[in-house]
């Protein structure tokens, strides 16, 4: 199978990467290194394995056969998307046109990696994949969220008029090694902060919830859901759901820091819960995620202190 890769050099993508070549895939990785890094990949070693620079959002040329187009371009941080909006919106309509006419054109398989921020800051807890959603378009995180449900009904729009066979994955928080330092999500932030005995920022209350997946689960999911005969949206994520003051302490603990938490504004439109129901990914995928809060933050904890000690 050869595959490409569009966000290839990203977090989650650069990931994904590393299994398809394990799994004897050919990999065309591109990304734009907007957000991505060349580090994400400097490990890969294997001529199975081509890095080709480009914007999506541009037409995309690629030599030879492909099997399938799996589109993980877009800026996916709250920093990110409030400093980069109209890149945001350009990758999530433009990229995701130009990624899906070349599925066509080589009449391959797609898959678009979509996010929990369609369901917004949600009113049916936990989400199921036929909850529409409750996203504020015009507000601050509209950028992301409307860019994402436009792939989406993009992708179900060429699967149903020029019959694309297509998937799509709706991400729930993941987190891992390869998450930059800077990234803003609540687990890079955290740990980072706890490295440095720098007390841990927790917006509002501490009380909103999340459910944090560890990324070798999600790209374990992901490569069930390309094998699967599906082409509504299937929900990846993990159903503990636990606080964000919960999480921040768990990092304390886990990196034997003294930091103490502070608390600051809850930002507009942040969502309350996050939960997904994974009942559709169990029936159909045979998919569940193996790797606990625990063991998870454990290595990517170490992999930030090896990062640390390079800087």
């Not at 595959?3 to 990304?31: E, N, R």
Request: aromatic share 8%; proline share 5%; hydrophobic share 40%.
């Amino acid at each position: 199978m050869r595959v490409l890769v569009t966000g290839g050099a990203g977090f989650i993508g650069s990931h994904l990467c590393d299994f398809l070549l394990a799994k004897g895939c050919a990999v065309v990785c591109m990304d734009s290194l907007l957000t991505g890094s060349v580090d994400n990949i400097a490990h890969i070693r294997n001529d199975r394995f081509l890095f080709v620079k480009h914007d999506v959002t541009n037409y995309i040329v690629v030599d030879g056969a492909l099997d399938y187009v799996l589109h993980f371009a877009s800026p996916a941080s709250p920093i990110d998307y409030m400093e980069l909006p109209i890149q945001t919106l350009k990758v999530g309509a433009l990229g995701t046109h130009k990624a899906l006419g070349l599925a066509l054109a080589r009449k391959a398989k797609f898959l678009l990696a979509s996010t929990s921020e369609v369901y917004g800051d949600p009113l049916e807890h936990p989400q199921r994949e036929e909850y529409w959603g409750n996203v504020n378009p015009v507000g601050p995180r509209g950028v992301y969220d409307e860019a994402k449900r436009f792939a989406e009904a993009m992708t179900m729009a060429y699967h149903r008029f020029h019959g694309v066979d297509s998937r799509i994955v709706r991400i729930f928080n993941t987190y891992g090694p390869r998450m930059r330092l800077t990234d803003g999500r609540a687990i890079p932030t955290f740990i980072s902060q706890a490295l440095r005995n720098e007390p841990l920022t927790v917006f509002g209350d501490g009380g909103q919830t999340r459910s944090f997946t560890y990324v070798s689960d999600l790209v374990d999911g992901i490569w069930r859901l390309m094998q699967a005969s599906i082409n509504d949206p299937v929900n990846l994520g993990n159903p503990r759901e636990m606080t964000l003051l919960e999480l921040a302490r768990r990092v304390i603990a886990a990196s034997g820091s003294t930091s103490d938490v502070v608390f600051r504004p809850l930002p507009v439109d942040d969502p309350k819960v996050r939960q997904p129901d994974i009942t559709r990914a169990r029936e159909v995928l045979g998919w569940g995620p193996k790797v606990d809060v625990e063991a998870g933050l454990a290595e990517t904890i170490a992999w930030y202190r090896r990062v640390e000690r390079r800087s």
